[in-house]
């Protein structure tokens, strides 16, 4: 659609009432908007209408499509491997994509994972590598397919060519509060995932306090328009929800995240962080048809964490990213506070999570988080819990660990007096996974 079928006025109009646009219109806006020709306030208004009005399944399908070819969209035809990914919403200590990727290379698949940075309360995935002394996330897409033949993994970084659309209405929907809407939620991520030419999508879709999205029946929805979306695009996808009312495994910080994930990729670890990677991993084998069903895909992940075989790829992946593959047999390699503060109970009880943002706080004020794009962030910092969701514990007994720099202390010790509580009854916890949608 070239620009001379931009009706600007005819577009906003539809939306505007709720009618489907004209088909082509929105292709045609996109397309003026990436490369600057559409007024700024008219990117602002079609964002603010597609947020109030939303936009039905022709519509979102014509949008993403859009955005993803505003961009390079890669190939990895004649690779002879399945090209597979997930996608989380991200959460508090949600370090599955590490141990994942890895598992599933391990299995047969490729795995060309373009991720994100850490922004407000959740950490990134290349922010977590990073920690990893001279891990390197800028991959250029031209190096993709020999790292891929290599290693099966590549954890990269967004770069300038990949859906620049999404990077300008992010920026905008960012500053005028027009984040958390369904549909360009999911244009946003599909135009960035399915630029990395995918056979098989697996989505992770977190309800919960500490999640992007909290309700449980918002995140459904959300769900639903991804894999719509994605199966739309002749990329196979299942999504889950899964649990962010209370940490994923017993780390948040990136330096300790890392750590925590080479214990899952040694089949050491904790219990929910290994049974996410399964699920997830055993959903995409299936997808993928490197496994019979979603239960054999499980078990070929757990055995591929057992025997060494996904440790095996993940170090072959950081060194081939520049990585001190030595620090995951060392974790003193990597970076570390120097001073570490126990939290002790204030009284007996059971242990609740109440509000799981307030973990993001708390790292960001001990200097572990991001507040805008850009900021620094200090790896080393973070938490270690010694206790997990309705153990009993007596007054006295430690609760969690604190790595810190003297920096933001104090603050966040009370942001953890809002995250972690100690009530009287037990709590009834939700199941990790609880809805699977296809
Ligand atoms: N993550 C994205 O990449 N885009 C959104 O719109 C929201 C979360």
Not at 388 to 409: C, K, P
Request: aromatic fraction near 4%.
């Amino acid at each position: 659609m070239d620009e001379a079928a931009l009706d600007l006025r005819g577009l906003l109009g539809a939306l505007r009432e709720g009618r489907a646009p004209e088909v082509g219109a929105i292709a045609a806006f996109v397309a003026a908007a990436s490369a600057g020709r559409a007024p700024a306030e008219s990117v602002g208004a079609f964002l603010a209408l597609v947020f109030a009005r939303g936009l039905g399944t022709e519509p979102l399908l014509e949008l993403t499509r859009a955005m993803l070819h505003s961009g390079r969209v890669l190939s990895f035809e004649g690779l002879g491997r399945p090209v597979v990914d997930k996608h989380s919403t991200g959460g508090i200590g949600d370090k599955a994509s590490l141990p994942l990727a890895p598992a599933l290379a391990a299995c047969g698949c490729a795995v060309p994972m373009i991720s994100g940075r850490g922004l407000g309360h959740t950490g990134g995935t290349l922010d977590k590598l990073e920690a990893i002394p001279g891990f390197s996330t800028a991959v250029h897409p031209d190096h993709y397919r020999a790292q891929l033949e290599s290693t099966g993994v590549v954890f990269g970084g967004q770069t300038a060519d990949i859906a620049p659309a999404d990077r300008l209405f992010y920026a905008l929907r960012d500053v005028t509060g027009l984040v958390e809407s369904i549909p360009l939620i999911t244009s946003s991520i599909l135009s960035k995932k399915l630029a990395e030419g995918l056979d098989v999508l697996v989505l992770d879709v977190k309800f919960g306090s500490g999640a992007f999205l909290p309700e449980v029946e918002r995140g459904a929805e959300l769900a639903r328009a991804m894999v719509d979306v994605a199966t739309g695009f002749g990329v196979r996808t299942v999504a889950w929800q899964t649990n962010m009312e209370r940490p994923l495994g017993r780390t948040i910080g990136h330096s300790l995240e890392v750590e925590e994930s080479v214990h899952c990729l040694t089949g050491r670890g904790p219990s929910d962080l290994r049974e996410l990677v399964c699920l997830l991993g055993g959903e995409a084998l299936a997808l993928a048809g490197r496994a019979a069903d979603n239960a054999e895909g499980r078990h070929r992940i757990a055995r591929c964490l057992d025997d060494g075989s996904a440790f095996e790829v993940f170090a072959r992946t950081v060194e081939a990213q520049g990585g001190d593959t030595g620090a995951l047999f060392d974790p003193s390699r990597l970076p570390r506070t120097r001073e570490v503060q126990v939290l002790g109970a204030d009284r007996g009880g059971y242990v609740h999570f109440g509000d799981l943002r307030a973990f993001g706080r708390a790292l960001l004020a001990l200097g572990g988080g991001r507040q805008r794009v850009g900021d620094t962030i200090d790896p080393a910092v973070g938490f270690r819990l010694l206790c997990a969701e309705g153990d009993a514990v007596a007054e006295g007994q430690s609760l969690i660990e604190i790595h810190h720099t003297r920096r933001g202390l104090e603050r966040a010790r009370e942001e953890l007096g809002r995250a972690l509580l100690l009530r009287d009854e037990p709590p009834v916890p939700r199941p990790l996974a609880l809805t699977r949608i296809a």
